[in-house]
């Protein structure tokens, strides 16, 4: 594990993302699914990238996921762990895995959301392997 | 045989300049235009057809053809980052089949050294990219993400650092005898894996280089082609594709080339067996492996494998490539690498590689470019080229 943990730049939010945003405030992690097709889809739009349709709508996700990929970025100045995460739902989400050794983070290892507070007091879910 | 090519690659320069700290990018550009014009027996009056990416200076490519003083009636800007340049070759033979342009002219030129861009930072170009917030706040640089595409390939198929380690050694062992190339000592798969980790599990023996400088391209119909000689190579196939998160359903252990190369051979009527010689986009050594395996050099998951013991070397492997040294030892111009796979291919065909490196007989030759990043958005370009008489 790295002693320190980066600082998070703030995330772009604009009208299309905003709930999400304001879900990750409140500690939770908003997906959004079609009505038409049935599918989740990441990360969130208005307008269904499978079916086209504009008939989607958020929930809360399970939070629980699997390691897809990483890669443990050592040549910063605080090293951190860049990972892509498999939800429970099926979507695959850019991430970081935090408050984990780096010498356990593996693929297809369980892993929960937790949240982070960003530069600008915005907040970012972010992972860490399932105890 | 004689084969049918709707266009021919009559001109090519590749700047010598690795590091441009008293050039202008515009400059640069037409530098490298006149190189590729000379190379081709032509002039800028002759070109009337202008291709560049979207990041040369300008709208388009209108202020670059005002610097050069180019007089076009034809222009395309399609920008698929370091893959642009391979596109834009298919894109000018589609033009000058359709009759739009006779000759057209390709540049690309960039100064990131010059610059003092480091690998380090984020990738970030702002504006409305809808991906942006759930990307940017993660820290991706270009080291990690093509390190998750490593990740995943050595998870699903075993892979290793040193069967990646392979492909620096052979760019490396190509490399010696490239006077312009930035790295020159051959190295070991020892070497590699010896260096410090960048990010897991790539080291920074498995990254290109960073460089200043370019290159330029010309293409033209066929009636011109004639006139100018047999140094000219004909396009026999091109095909491309755009990859990228799929809503996040992806996979990240194949790139864009898994579509562009089958449409690539299929119009050029041709097999990745024909092939004496392939130019593959080099920006990490896991570029190359998923991409040899894509094109369909091996089958999936195979390429840890097809790279070892040498199997890239011209004149020790049965697959030559980037015999230039490629962008993991010559050259990687603007972050870009397209350019100069599309012109080590041509100077293979003409027979003007390096001796110690050139392939016999070289008569069909690929280049492949990846643009973007493997592990999000991803454009693809191929390209089968043929020596003027196959």
Known sequence: MSPQERTYQDPDINMETERYWEGSKNGQLLMKKCNAC?????????????????????????????????????????????????????????????????????????????????????????????? | MSRMSKAYIAGIYEHPTRKAVDKTIPQLHAEVAIGALKDAGLTKDDVDGYFCDGDAPGLGGMSMAEYMGLN???????????SSYVVHVGHAVEAIAAGKCNVALITLAGRPRAEGLTTLGARDRGGELPERGFEIPYAPVITNMYGMAAMRHMYEYGTTSEQLAWIKVAASHHAQHNEHALLRDVVTVEDVVNSPMISD??????????????????????????????????????????????????????????????????????????????????????????????????????????????????????????????????????????????????????????????????????????????????????????????
């Open chain 2, 72 to 82: 076009i009636t034809y222009t395309d800007t399609t920008e698929t980052g370091g």
């Open chain 1, 38 to 131: 049935g599918k989740t889809h990441f990360y969130p739009r208005t307008i269904c990238p499978v079916c086209s349709s504009s008939d989607t709508e958020w929930y809360e996700a399970s939070g629980k996921g699997k390691i897809y990929s990483y890669s443990i970025m050592r040549r910063a100045k605080i090293p951190y762990v860049m990972a892509y995460v498999t939800l429970d739902e099926g979507v695959t989400m850019m991430t970081n895995i935090v408050e984990s050794d780096f010498d356990d983070v593996k693929i297809g290892k369980a892993v929960e959301v937790t949240f982070r507070d960003t530069e600008g007091n915005q907040s970012l879910p972010v992972f860490r392997l399932c105890k």
């Open chain 2, 201 to 390: 599990p790539l080291h920074r023996l498995d990254c290109c280089v960073i460089s200043d400088g370019g290159g330029a391209l010309i293409v033209v119909s066929p009636e011109i082609a004639k006139s100018l000689g047999d140094r000219c190579v004909k396009v026999l196939g091109h095909g491309e594709a755009v990859k990228h998160l799929n809503g996040g359903r992806f996979d990240l252990t194949y790139t864009g080339a898994a579509k562009s190369g089958p449409i690539a051979f299929a119009e050029a009527n041709l097999k990745p067996a024909d092939m004496d010689y392939a130019s593959i986009y080099d920006s990490f050594t896991i570029t190359v492996l998923e991409t040899i395996e894509d094109l369909g050099f091996c089958e999936k998951g195979q390429g840890g494998k097809f790279v070892s013991d040498g199997n890239l070397i011209s004149g020790v492997g049965k697959l030559p490539f980037n015999t230039d040294g490629g962008g993991l030892c010559n050259n990687h111009p603007s972050n870009r690498g397209g350019m100069t796979k599309v012109i080590e291919a041509v100077r293979q065909l003409r027979g003007e590689a390096h001796p110690k490196v050139q392939v016999p007989d070289c008569t069909l030759a690929l280049a492949h470019g990846t643009g973007g990043q493997i592990s999000t958005r991803t454009g693809a370009g191929t390209v089968i080229l043929g020596r003027n008489d196959a």
